[in-house]
């Protein structure tokens, strides 16, 4: 009887029953397999299919609506449920093989990932947003907590979601730098280099534009209360599109009401919102990601002049990022036309509060003792790509005062790679990243090809630069290959007390640190380490510490923590696979290379917490 009735119910309002976001795919697809009617209501329902896609993947929204700004034919939307769905099991399976085949490696370089390509690029038959079934995909799993998650498969899915996204911005980078001058607006190139450096974030340009747009609005309120009569209230709404999307050349107001506005934006951003240039973490990665520096208020004088830039010309109003030797300012004139060469130039000091600086009153910037402004006047204003590969130079010193030991060469990595991509025929980069890539063990193959690439392009000299690098890859690559070899298995003698995965704390520093490995003095010491002669009767510890550092330990030095707690490193994924609240559980890789500490370690918890389970 119940199911008569559902059946009678109107085909719009079953629809409308099944759109409730208490029920997802598979409901629906039970539903419609229990008779004819109802699976060709379901079948047919492209709405029921598209609001079902959203309300489980919604931050796949924005790019569905940006191809159907492009593309005018109609989408199946059951299709696109079932596209991303298999995209995003093909990329699950290949993530549970990458320990499996990578464990061996310190950090991957993007040769490693070339398995990944055909799931997510279009050349290579993938569905046209797959990149964004798998991105949004490899968040998730990032976001869940992950006290609860597979800490392999999250430690690789943050390697995954980097190489993706770094693709997919080098193909924007591209895109925007082949932009008209007047196209390329410094938040954009602000927002790319964001995205590159936060990969596990969601970031949208849409997002940021939004966050620019409300302080423009909130700008516009204050201006109506000081000066209602302003101009710009009685300024169509396109004006102000056109504004926002383009670098405009000329003040558009008089010079009185210019003034009028960027007073009053100085007032909401400085004093109402509460921005300010963060001189105390000067080089924080955070100051230079203009997403973070619109949520948190503080910034660097880069960040910052883009954020004011960006709102002032969504106003009407143009100013010149200044890229000065020791600081960067906003240029500002009371107007741009071809007089403007003998008015005088106004410089907007964004760090300190947005302060309007001549010759007569400037400050004297970094404790110089000649005024900035009177020695660069005549500098001309820094392009959008020189802002960004000054964002892309702090973000190399950010990286390498980062404090936290476990994810500083990541950064570093990070930041090399992105001034490589705004500057791709600078062989000193490559040269860094070399140096780097020796460090961490990476494969040279990939700076290889770009040393191929770049020398085309290059003249005599540094042809003949690049042409020496390369072959000093060839030949530390041709090395590396020969000198690979395959951990064996560590076998316990009665000397080993502790085991992989247990949580000690130091006994002389008192900090917190988990087991990755164990090695016998003896075989170290053969390593040319004359420091462990005095120890030989005792195994050393890898560790990782809680604040991302990593330290060899003799065993007389660690004891079992009495109150186990998280360890805080961003490795930790590479080895164990979960906490359990008194030890890590050590990944099938890291297991097979210490296959008698299971036993061990069991005993041990047991001993310590009897209380507690050791899964």
Known sequence: MASDTVVSLPEEVIVYILEDSRLGFWDVNNFGSTCKHLYKIVRDSNKLWRTKLYQRWPRLKEAYQRINESDSYMLNWKEEVKASINSRRKLLYHLTLMSRKHFEKEELSNSEFKEFDPLFRPEEGA???????LVDELISLIERPAIVSNLTHRYYAVKIVRYLKQCHLRNEWQKFISLPQEKQTLEYGATI???WSQPERHILYSYISSLLDSIADQTKELLREYYPRHSIFSTPEDKFIFWK??????????VLETRQI?????????????????????????NSFIDQVLEQKSGNPITLAIIFESVARRLGIRCEPMSFPSHFLLRWKETYGPESEDGENFYIDVFNGGQFLTKTNCLRIAGLPKCQIEMYDNYKPATAVEAVTKLANNLEVAARQHTHLDSRCTRVLSALQLQLMIQPNDINTVSRLGRLYRKLHMNLIDLVKVLENMEKDLDDVLRRQANLLSRTFQLRLQISILEKEIKPQMRRIPSVKYAIGLIMIHRLHGYLCVITGWQLCSALSQNGDDDLEENLDQPFYYVFENNGSFHQVIQEDLLLAPNPKWINNYTIGRYFYAFTGTHYVPNEEAASQYPEDEAVRNELINQAFPNRSTK
């Open 193 to 195: 280099v964001a995205q």
């Open 127 to 133: 569905h046209p947003l797959a990149y964004y079934f």
């Open 245 to 254: 999307n383009n670098i405009i050349d000329d003040n558009q107001w008089s």
């Open 262 to 286: 960027t007073d009053t934006l100085c007032k909401v951003l400085f004093e109402r919102l509460g921005f300010y240039g963060n001189s105390e973490m000067y080089y924080s990665s955070e």
